[in-house]
């Protein structure tokens, strides 16, 4: 750096949607209400986690709109990380159930594009791509989830493979999953350096030695689970990077979990529930309060657009990333709390019911918005290191 001269500890820029990424939220705009007609979906909050449709991910793969960044020789439609952002904020604003290929298509499927060998690639992409491969991420253990690198999970050289024992939790889909990325120690840590000695390994969880069992919701629903291996052979073609490459893939995949508009839509689909409940007569109140969130809204938006430009330029923002997460998940929460505060008590009737089903899974999923992918606290330190104050 040039002496006197100060690089900018968080960089965010405005970036631009072009003629393509419009005609695009068009073409999503027409799908998803002629799917809603159709009755194919409920809109739902936190859809992005819980509403679960193979048949709607199928039906996305056929239309391009998963894989939309990767190269077509594996599966993907050669679209900008901006356009992808297009067809995330729009099915997300509408509450479509997305769940099924959310991760893979968010984040492991770009992990094994960026740091996979390209046997890997042919053999993983085109199927995340056609909406049919789910994945799940085993990043977090019983004792280890903010300090990940203290995982106990282990991979030990075997002839042809690794030998794969421990226990992940939390692991969201895995029921459903085809495969889980698991972040395992495959070496004890250099003295002074507890980052090193950590790899990632793709584990088939059809493969024997995998155990999944279900951890119910207070609501009864069960999305996420325990998952053991005991003795699991894991083939050496599965390790994903190169051995010990671990910590720096956790940390490039973490910008790509933190950064996306579900950071801040998860209860999006009671704003215009709420707004057909209130009808025109609005009311002072209520129409500061509304104003208010639509204002921070728009900035969130603005700022995890950003992110997903930085990426698309090979970028790295873990710091920008964390601050989208951070602020957009106290948006999220903030909505129900709002809707509360404004809404008509006396809603009767199909709007009054879904309005009040609307709200009491956004009140019920809000606790984890804070906590999955990184607690708030987390962030703070991450965004405080890049600003220089810690
Ligand atoms: C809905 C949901 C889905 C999830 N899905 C997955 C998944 O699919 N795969 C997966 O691997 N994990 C998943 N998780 C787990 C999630 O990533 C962890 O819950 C999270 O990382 C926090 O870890 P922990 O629960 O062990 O809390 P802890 O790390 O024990 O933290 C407890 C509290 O202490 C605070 N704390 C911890 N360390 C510090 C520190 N150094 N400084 C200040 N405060 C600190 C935390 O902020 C938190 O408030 C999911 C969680 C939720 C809620």
Known sequence: MTAGV????????????????????????????????AGDFVPRCD???AGFSADFSRELGRRGWIGMTWPARYGGHERT?????????????????????????????????????DAQRERFLPDIARGVSYFSLGMSEPDSGSDLAS????ARRVSGGWRLN????????????HYVTVLC????????????????????????????????????????????????????????????????????????ERSGPERFLSTFALLPELMRMLGPEVGDRAAAEIGRLIAELCTLRQMSASVAAMIDAGQDPVAEAALVKDLGTRFEQQVPEVVR????????????????RLLSEAVLAAPGFTLRGGTTEILRGITARALGVR
């Open 81 to 117: 990380a901006l356009e992808r952002f297009v067809v995330a904020e729009e099915l997300l604003a509408a509450g479509a159930p997305v769940a099924a290929h959310w991760i893979a298509d968010r984040q492991s499927g770009p992990q094994i594009y960026r740091h996979g060998t």
């Open 47 to 49: 859809a992005w986690l």
């Open 6 to 37: 100060e690089t900018p500890a968080l960089l965010l820029a405005v970036p631009e949607f072009g003629a393509a990424a419009q005609e695009l939220r068009q073409d999503v705009r027409r799908f998803i209400d002629e799917a809603r007609a």
């Open 166 to 177: 421990g226990t992940k939790v939390w692991t969201s889909h895995a029921h459903h999953a």
């Open 185 to 256: 120690r495959t070496a004890d840590s250099e003295p002074g350096n507890r980052h090193s000695g950590l790899s990632i390994v793709i584990v088939d969880l059809a493969a024997q030695g995998v155990t999944v069992r279900p951890i119910q919701l207070i609501t009864g629903e069960h999305h996420f689970n325990e998952v053991t291996f005991q003795d699991v052979l894991v083939p050496d073609d599965m390790l994903l990077g190169e051995e010990g490459a671990g910590w720096r893939l956790v940390t490039a995949e973490l910008s790509l």
């Open 151 to 154: 995982v106990r999970t282990t």
């Open 341 to 356: 505060l404004v809404a008509r008590a006396d809603a009767s009737g199909e709007a009054g019911a879904t309005f009040a």
